[in-house]
């Protein structure tokens, strides 16, 4: 319901660029001094965790923590642009700008610009912050190749609605500064250092009550660089990621507060550059489904399968399963279950307990 | 054959432009329905949420992007009522024609008789409370009146060559609903003053105008799910203060408010609050008629 409102309205609305957030430009303060002031937001993160994790010690669990609070600044800043900011303080101190980024949303031709550090168009699933997804963790797939925080990076991008009389059809073309490896283990720093992205998607309404989403996406980058002593010079290697992504919705309009089902699958494949001339290709995806059977219940389950980037014919896979109580479109509780076999053989359970919040404004509901 | 298949082609995108006529979308089949009496066959009047629909959780689905594209007019409901949906689809929409502050964008409330404005301190410990008042004006007939009068003066703004014909139809409609306002107050003649229970807060418009006077809600606060205890301390309220009917938008469960109703020994009625609510009002005459008939049978004295 409206409770992830911000970010979780550009996943729906996610056709064109990514839009993790909606400001609202007619402004809700009450006090006229507080008109002109960007839209406050806040999204509270605590999560506990219990079993024992694989490899063992890899890292440092706290049976209950506060991973983050996310605060959005979001404005309109002048007849042609808007800006959206959203500062990650985490639970350990530290504090990281996820994105910030102005939007020139009164282009001509179907064109929007951005300009920023903001989430690439790589899929749908990399749009949304963790916290507003509905899981504890990101599906195996997107940490192996796009990392535990998804792809962002300072950039620019243009979107276009792509005219047609039959379905909304978005094109994206993004440019980036390549991000480190260990932030988007599918790519790597070298001298050719900007990572470009290309998306196509298409959204179709079923029926009243059902629709789907179709998208294709492309990233091309470096994967590090490579010295040829005998040469003494160094040449760049590349890496690519594809990635096709479907989702279908349903939700009966009449009785919308009540039911609903959602199921994502996106699949990612990656052709790297291991040295000059030989490639190495590995794929990873996710399918989630979840229902929603009463007004504040939901349960969902996730099956992952993925191998990592460079990383040979070696595999892992899991499920997640979870249910979820929202005592109100502004938080929600969720019991959730994981179980990760990973590749040397060892097999990794869990138990997390999300609990997530947000204060501010009225933002969009989740598509 | 391949020539007739392009020319074919280029016609249906060619086709927008050439008909040339004002598009007008709004939020929900009521400012609709208003905007289709002012702007007769002139203008193209389309609409986001269905009168079946909760107007407060419709999705933001792309494919409204695709209405609000080429629309010249844009009329919300307001005073957040769309505030989960409306701007974020707006800030999609790739038409800067529409967006807040331009001709194109029209808030309906401007004017008309609001309720319920909140005067002192407000958090959401109170619900999905709207800080600028009740956003159920429109099932006043005479804020229909005002938004039609709006209506016709911004499309004369946009589309100045057919503002004669917007005036003339804005005359027509005001004297009709002039006529219509008597034979309702005529029908509410026979439930004026009964008490009722509402599933939610929709109705302080239509209760002021048509004389109901609603004492408790379903809903605990704005958006609230019932609890057990709520429940039952509504149902010996019914009793106690002598309540004649529950009345229910169609697109909540009807479940418990039946076991209410039944528990409490009064009669449960679905009363649509928006054009649309039921398959045979297409038009804001037909709502208040259909909304009356319904009170009338149920409630009547």
Redesign the interface.
């Known amino acids: 319901?409206?409770f992830h409102?911000a970010l979780f309205?550009a996943l729906?609305?996610n056709?064109?660029a990514a839009?993790p957030a909606?400001?609202?430009?007619?402004g809700?303060a009450?006090q006229s001094s507080n008109i002109l002031n960007p839209n406050i937001s806040v999204v509270g993160w605590l999560q506990g965790e219990t079993g024992r994790r694989n490899p063992a010690g890899e890292e440092e669990v706290s049976p209950f923590a506060v991973k983050e609070a996310e605060i959005a600044f979001q404005s309109v800043v002048d007849?042609y642009t808007?800006a959206d900011v959203f500062v990650a303080v985490e639970g350990e101190g530290g504090i990281d700008l996820e994105e910030g980024y102005l939007?020139w949303?009164?282009?001509p031709g179907?064109?929007?610009l951005k300009a920023g550090k903001f989430k690439g168009a790589f899929g749908k699933f990399n749009l949304t912050h963790t916290p507003e997804t509905p899981f504890a963790d990101r599906p195996l797939a997107h940490e192996a190749y796009l990392g535990e925080e998804g792809l962002a990076s300072a950039g620019g991008g243009l979107s276009w609605?792509v005219?047609n009389?039959w379905?909304?059809l978005n094109l994206d073309a993004q440019a980036f500064t390549m991000p480190e490896a260990a932030e988007v283990p599918a790519f790597d720093k070298a001298r050719r250092d900007l990572l470009y992205i290309g998306r196509l998607n298409g959204?179709?309404?079923l029926t009243?009550a059902a629709?789907i989403?179709l998208g294709g996406s492309c990233a091309l980058g470096a994967a590090g660089q490579e010295f040829d002593p005998v040469s003494s010079s160094s040449s760049t290697l590349s890496s690519r990621l594809y990635g096709l992504d479907l989702t279908y919705?349903w939700?009966n309009?009449?009785?919308?507060?009540?039911r609903s089902l959602f199921w994502q699958t996106e699949i990612l494949w990656n052709r790297r550059e291991i040295s000059a001339g030989s490639h190495e290709n590995t794929k990873g995806y996710f399918s989630h489904l979840e229902y929603q059977f009463a007004?504040?219940w939901r349960a969902g389950g996730r099956y992952d399968w993925t191998q990592a980037p460079g990383g040979g014919t070696a595999h892992e896979s899991g499920v997640l399963a979870y249910l979820t109580f929202m005592p109100?479109?502004?938080s929600l509780l969720s019991l959730q279950g994981r179980q990760v076999d990973r590749s040397d053989g060892t097999k990794e359970k869990l138990a997390f307990l999300k609990l997530t919040f947000n204060?501010g404004p009225?933002?969009?509901?989740p598509? | 054959m391949k020539f007739l298949n392009l020319f074919v082609l280029a016609s249906l995108f060619c086709a927008a432009p050439l008909a040339a006529k004002v598009k007008v979308v709004t939020t929900t089949e009521d400012l609709a329905a208003l905007a289709r009496e002012v702007a007769g066959d002139t203008a193209e009047v389309g609409y986001i949420a269905r009168g079946y629909q909760d107007p407060h959780f419709v999705e933001a689905k792309p494919s409204y992007l695709l209405k609000l594209k080429k629309a010249r007019l844009f009329i919300q409901v307001g005073l957040e009522l769309e505030a989960g949906w409306a701007p974020a689809l707006l800030t999609s929409a790739r038409n800067p024609g529409i967006l807040p502050g331009r001709p194109g964008f029209m808030d309906a409330s401007e004017g008309c008789e609001i309720l319920e404005k909140p005067a002192g301190g407000l958090d959401r410990s109170l619900g999905d409370v709207h800080p600028l008042g009740n956003p159920h004006y429109w099932l006043n007939p005479e804020n229909g009146r005002l938004i039609a009068r709006a209506i016709a003066r911004r499309l004369s703004v946009i589309d100045p060559d057919n503002a004669g014909k917007y005036k003339a139809n804005l005359a027509a409609f005001e004297t009709r609903l002039t006529g219509k306002e008597k034979d309702w107050d005529a029908a509410a003649a026979a439930f004026k003053g009964i008490k009722v229970v509402t599933y939610h807060n929709s109705w302080p418009s239509f209760a002021k105008r048509f004389g109901l006077d609603v004492v408790d809600f379903v809903e605990p606060k704005p958006g609230i799910p019932p609890s057990p205890a709520h429940i039952h301390s509504l149902i010996a309220r019914i009793r106690a203060e002598g309540v004649s009917l529950l009345m229910v938008e169609p697109y909540f469960d009807q479940k418990l408010p039946k076991k209410v109703a039944a528990e409490a020994g009064v009669p449960l009625v679905i009363v649509p609050p928006s054009v649309g609510g039921e398959e045979g009002i297409k038009t804001y005459f037909d709502l208040f008629g259909r909304q009356l008939e319904l009170l009338k049978k149920a409630g009547g004295k």
């Open positions: 319901m409206r409102k309205s729906l609305l056709v064109p839009l909606q400001p609202q430009l007619s809700n009450l007849p808007r939007t949303y009164s282009l179907g064109l929007s609605h005219p009389p379905l909304l959204y179709l309404d009243e629709n989403t919705r939700k309009p009449r009785r919308a507060i009540y007004r504040r109100s479109e502004f204060i009225h933002g969009a509901h598509f």
